[in-house]
């Protein structure tokens, strides 16, 4: 078996940790670095020491330490981090699990660049349970094109910076490729005053932060007598960590490309 050397940048953040403790307890995969920013407190100690069980893995702000002993980095961090880690990542041959959300036009562009000189997973959403909702809602979308309005309902923690979530955008980005909508022209993400009645080739973005809320998603497609749900809700980081594993063990044997969680998982 060979063992997956991966490092983990946002060290310190909650993505950051439950990497690292499912990591360390694979049997098929090693911390091999860690990454956070200059300054951050957990700057110089070891990586696992949270899980009281040190890994020998210091956390570093410099990418050359950081990842010197990597084949893999899997990066939850912010934007602005993850084209930074891109960069160099890219011109070293480190393959990439990209779990950052908020990426603006130029940001998603650098990446899939940075794809064509190293393999990277990149995806708003690593569980299963998510990326197969996202099936039934290419399905659902089809079933329900006329007469039914659209309306995506995303609820996180208190601490997340970015609105929609990565995965609500996503969720939406499908459904308008199914109706054959751009999600650009069609996308209604804050209602407030008089607003008109509702644009029937809409789809409407509603968005609720509050206490440590994991991630909720539900889509509504609301007809005349009836309307119908379909809800994701995550109740651990656990289930994105494994996917995160999963995405490394995909990359494996690709030396490119850009992938999401469709190709990791079967679902294309
Ligand atoms: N794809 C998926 O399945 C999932 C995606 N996410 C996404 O992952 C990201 C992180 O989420 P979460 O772990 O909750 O966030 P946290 O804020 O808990 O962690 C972020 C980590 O990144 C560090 N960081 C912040 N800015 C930079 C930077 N410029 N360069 C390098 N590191 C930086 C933070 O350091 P410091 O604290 O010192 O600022 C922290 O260690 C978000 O974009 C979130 O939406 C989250 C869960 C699942
Ligand atoms: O910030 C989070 O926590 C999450 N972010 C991702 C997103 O923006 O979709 C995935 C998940 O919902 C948790």
């Known amino acids: 078996m060979t063992t ?16 690292i ?18 300054g951050a407190p957990g700057i110089g100690s070891d990586a696992a020491a949270f899980l009281g069980k040190p890994a020998g893995v210091t956390i570093e702000s410099e990418l050359a330490k950081g990842l010197a002993n990597a084949g893999y980095l899997i990066d939850f961090t912010r934007p602005e981090g993850t084209l930074h880690h891109l960069e160099y990542c890219a011109s070293h041959g480190i393959k990439m699990i990209i779990g950052t959300t908020g990426f603006d036009e130029a940001g998603k562009a650098a990446i899939a660049a940075a794809a064509q000189k190293t393999a990277i997973v990149f995806a708003p959403n690593m569980s299963v349970g998510v990326n197969v909702t996202l099936k039934l809602l290419e399905m659902a979308a ?9 309306e995506i309902v995303e609820a996180h923690h208190r601490h997340k910076v970015d609105a ?6 996503k969720m939406g980005e499908v459904i308008a490729d199914a109706l054959g909508r751009d999600l650009k022209q069609c996308a209604v993400y804050a209602r407030e005053g008089v607003t008109g009645e509702r644009d029937p080739s809409s789809i409407g973005f509603a968005t609720i932060r509050g206490g440590d809320i994991v991630g909720d998603h539900t889509v509504l497609f609301a007809g005349i007598g009836e309307r119908i749900e379909i809800s994701h809700k995550s109740s651990s980081r656990l289930s994105y960590a494994h996917g995160s594993l999963r995405a490394a063990r995909f990359l494996a044997d690709r030396q490119t490309g850009l992938y999401d969680m469709q190709d990791v998982l079967g679902l294309r």
């Open 164 to 169: 929609p979530s990565g995965t609500a955008l």
């Open 21 to 38: 403790e499912t990591i360390t307890a694979a049997d098929d995969a090693r911390l091999a670095g860690a990454l956070d920013v200059a």
């Open 4 to 19: 997956l050397n991966i490092a983990v940048a946002g060290a310190s953040g909650r993505m950051g940790r439950m990497l």
């Open 142 to 150: 089809k079933s329900f094109s006329h007469g039914y309005d659209i």
